[in-house]
């Protein structure tokens, strides 16, 4: 019989024909969290792109993975997943450009101030629209701070220092390994010296928080923030009331504490931020990177060989006890 592979969400047009060839492939009806418990019953593997409930990996006897179609792991129950003997799986680094390309050419935007451009542009005309270019702002020589040195970090910085000639402050636990021209700094450092702080670090007991009233007062009152990070990095209410009074110049977000962002947010109407639906590492490209990499994944652990990228090794004694032959 085959095995059934779950989606919580449609995949690459390629990728969706490789693990139909592979097992039974289901597609949530949609990213619910209702919808994905009662949908994967009987699943084998699971591909990630949505919450998935823990109650999923005690109830499902036959289930191998959860894969993520992604790098984040907090979509995952994992501490579950290794209990029950349930392997994790990612993708990592496969759509690190995609991410930063997505944060260089919304803060070209925000400089430029094509939110206010824009809406004035169609609602009130040229002769409105057109001076507010007399208070953008360039990319290049500025200075960026990226909190997170990852995948993400290290192609954002290759495009902001050798695209755009940006001094480039780091935020790592590993500064022995910024490359040349990135320059280590903590957090006081970086948020008062950088003209665009970009957040790209992992959400944990660390990171949850990192950025309240206290650090968003540190920053300049030009600057502005990049979230492609998770939205609880940041305290939105703290982050509202700065833009509100100015104590920066705008933000970036791609993630929110809530998701999706309720309609009549305060962040909706403000013109000096940019608001994208958590899809910072979405492109044609990306989904097919980041497909191959599951169906690379979903292939092995069928076969019964661990994953390339094993997130929770621990979990491997149960598994082999849960599957032996």
Not at 96 to 101: I, M
Request: aromatic content about 4%; charged content about 20%.
């Amino acid at each position: 019989m085959p095995e059934m592979i779950f989606s919580t969400h449609p995949l690459h047009p390629e990728v969706t024909a490789e693990l139909q060839e592979l097992g039974n492939l289901t597609i949530a009806s949609e990213p619910t969290p209702a919808a994905i418990l009662e949908q994967s019953s009987g699943a084998s593997i699971i591909v990630v792109r949505a919450p998935i409930p823990p109650e999923i990996l005690r109830r499902e006897s036959r289930l191998r993975a959860t894969v993520r179609h992604g790098a984040g792991l907090d979509m995952i129950p994992v501490d579950v997943a290794t209990e029950t003997g349930v392997l994790v799986a990612n993708v990592p680094g496969v759509n690190a450009v995609t991410v930063a390309e997505h944060c260089i050419w919304s803060s070209l935007a925000l400089l430029r101030k094509y939110p206010s451009v824009a809406a004035d542009l169609r609602s009130a005309g040229w002769a409105i629209a057109r001076p507010h270019s007399d208070h953008g702002r360039e990319l290049s020589g500025r200075r960026l701070g990226i909190v997170g040195m990852g995948n993400v970090g290290n192609a954002l910085f290759r495009i902001a220092r050798h695209g755009f000639g940006m001094k480039v402050l780091a935020l790592t636990s590993r500064p022995q390994a910024l490359p040349d021209g990135a320059e280590a700094a903590d957090l006081s450092l970086l948020l008062g010296d950088c003209d665009v702080v970009v957040l790209c670090c992992p959400l944990n007991d660390k990171t949850r928080g990192m950025i309240g009233a206290a650090e968003l007062a540190r920053m300049r009152p030009d600057a502005i923030l990049v979230n492609v990070a998770r939205g609880p990095v940041v305290d939105e209410t703290a982050l509202v009331e700065a833009l509100r009074a100015g104590t920066i110049g705008g933000a970036v977000l791609d993630v929110f504490d809530q998701q999706p962002l309720p309609n009549g947010h305060p962040l909706m109407s403000m013109r000096n931020v940019i608001l994208t639906p958590h899809m910072a590492g979405i492109t044609e490209e990306s989904m097919l990177r980041m497909g191959q990499g599951v169906v690379m994944e979903t292939r092995r652990i069928l076969a019964g060989d661990k994953p390339f990228n094993f997130c929770n090794p621990d979990a491997w004694e149960a598994y082999q006890a849960r599957f032996a032959k």
